[in-house]
Structures are given as C-alpha cells and as structure tokens.
C-alpha cells in the first residue's frame, strides 16, 4: 500500500490570521529560553486572545544584537464581520501582554522586529514602551530604531514598530495510533520535521485534545471533537468515527506565514509520522467548511 493508502481522503480547515514575527535575545541560554516558552505557552486564540510558537533558535551570527536568540511568532484572529482595524487592534493589545508579562520581566533580554516585508507596522510606544512611565526614550541601536525601558535590571531593549501581515492558521492533521508509545515518536518525529520549514509553528505541540466548532456550552468555547474520542468508541456507537484498532489520535495544529508553507510543513510532518510503528492512519480536521477559508487535502500533499 502507497503512503496515500493510509491517509483519509479528506482536508484539513484552515483560516486567515494576523501574525507578527519577532527575534527576541538575552544574555544567556536559560533566561532565553524561559522568555520563549512563557511568552508562547498559552495558545488561546478560541477565546479570542493570541497564541504564539516557537520557529527557531539563533546563534549570536544570527541575531542584530549578537547575543543567542529565538525566533517567534505571534498570532491573532480575524473576525470576518467587523473591520480588518478592530481585529489588529485587538491583537496589538493581546501581543503586549505577551511582551511586558513574560519577555520584559526576563533580565537583559531585548525584542526586534523579524518582518521584513511586513503588511503594516505596529508602534511598541503606547503599551510597551510606557512601561517605562514616561521616562522611556527611543535612540539608534544596531542600525534599528529602539524604544528603552528603563526597569530595575537595567533596562528593556524593543524595536519601536513591529510588522505584522496576514498568514494562515489552524492547519493540522490528525496521527491516528494504535499504542501511547506511536504517540510520542510519531508526534515528536513530525515536529521535527515541520520546523525544518521556515515561516511555520506549531504553538499547541502534540495536543491531546482535538476540538470542533459547535458546542453544547458556548461559554466554554470549542469542546471535545467527541466522535473521534477512542474512549467513547462503544457509548456512541454508530456515532463513533474512531476506525477500529486505533486508540489513541493526537492533533498537530499548524501556523505559517502563507499557505504553500503551511502545505510543505504539513507534508513533512506527515510524512515523518507516518514512518512510526502503531501509526494506523493519518487524517485531519474536517468541519464542512464551517471553520475556515482554506481546505488543504491531504492525499494532494503527497507523491
């Protein structure tokens, strides 16, 4: 059987979002990585705030500052029925508490904007760099306009506009796994691989909660995609959609900055996955187009 033969004949739902992408640098490995794993570690897009990943580590060559660094991504929802303003608005407000509450409270750490061809820029002064209480400034540094805040441990270093574009969020696929062992290989297999691809994140890692869009208690937000719970399989019955012999299926959920990356970082991280003993299937979340704009069919993503 071809690697086609064990992928559903189905498409994954994605949407359109706003991203920024940012270096951020300190003066040591362990503070860097702190900033990184707290500013992304809340993926919470559903409930209308931001989400975030990691894209990739850089060396002091790599970094305006020399100093080690870490490439992030930011993400926020667009809402289709009000104005394009609102939604960056809101993000603009999301995307600084991300900042101030896990980036500038780490010692010596500095943020700089990695958006080059960037749709429109946002202005860090208002909610970042009054966080110096008036008594900010903004100078040259590293050939980039920075705003400096003083603080305590001397001092917060952020480029004064950020960029921001449109890209593509919410791609995934679904590993469908006979034991818990497939699910920690295929999952972290495919990771590995999908940020060997430039532009993408995966903010909710290998996430054991697949969810869909109508729900019994909307207060919540998205609850359990119930007919692919392996737990429920003989309480629903007919209802259930979980294939016999797996029992086990975590999501991989994508973000990148335009769609043919999205589509190359899930061909690799499929691909990947699909090489694990106990992996029974591949397939994806598929909500009838009632999720997103985009529709990425699997079986076109491989030979």
């Not at 990184?36 to 894209?55: K, Q, W, Y």
């Not at 943020?111 to 760099?129: N, Q, W, Y």
Request: charged share 25%; hydrophobic share 40%; with cysteine.
């Amino acid at each position: 059987m071809t690697k086609k033969g064990f992928v559903d004949d189905t498409y994954a739902e994605a949407f359109e979002g706003i991203y920024c992408r940012v270096v951020v640098t300190a003066d040591d490995e362990e503070t860097l990585l702190n900033a990184a794993l707290h500013a992304t570690a809340t993926p919470s897009i559903v409930i209308g705030r931001i989400e975030g990943g990691i894209e990739k580590w850089l060396s002091e060559k790599e970094t305006p500052d020399k100093r080690k660094g870490v490439v992030l991504q930011f993400w926020g929802g667009i809402d289709p029925k009000k104005p394009f303003s609102e939604s960056l608005k809101k993000f603009e407000v999301e995307l600084s508490y991300r900042i101030r509450q896990d980036i500038l409270v780490k010692p010596f750490t500095a943020v700089f904007d990695a958006l080059p061809k960037a749709l429109g820029r946002i202005d860090m002064m208002e909610r970042v760099g009054h966080c110096g209480d008036g008594y900010e400034w903004v100078e040259n540094r590293h050939g980039r306009e920075v705003i400096v805040v003083p603080i305590m441990v001397p001092d917060f270093i952020i480029e004064r506009f950020l960029g921001f574009a449109r890209g593509v969020m919410g791609a995934n696929f679904w590993i469908m796994c006979q034991t818990k062992e497939a699910v920690m290989e295929a999952g972290t297999k495919a990771l590995e691989a999908i940020h060997k691809v430039e532009g993408v994140v995966t903010p909710f890692g290998i996430c054991s909660a697949g969810s869909k869009p109508e729900t019994r208690y909307p207060w919540i937000g998205p609850t359990t995609n119930h007919p692919f719970c392996p737990s429920l399989k003989e309480r629903l019955g007919k209802e259930s959609k979980v294939p016999e012999g797996v029992y086990y299926i975590p999501e991989i959920v994508i973000n990148g900055v335009s769609l043919e990356t999205v589509k190359k970082a899930m061909k690799a991280g499929i691909e990947a996955a699909l090489n694990v003993q106990g992996v029974m299937k591949i397939s994806a979340g598929n909500y009838g187009g009632k999720l997103g704009d985009y529709k990425i069919y699997l079986r076109e993503l491989l030979p």
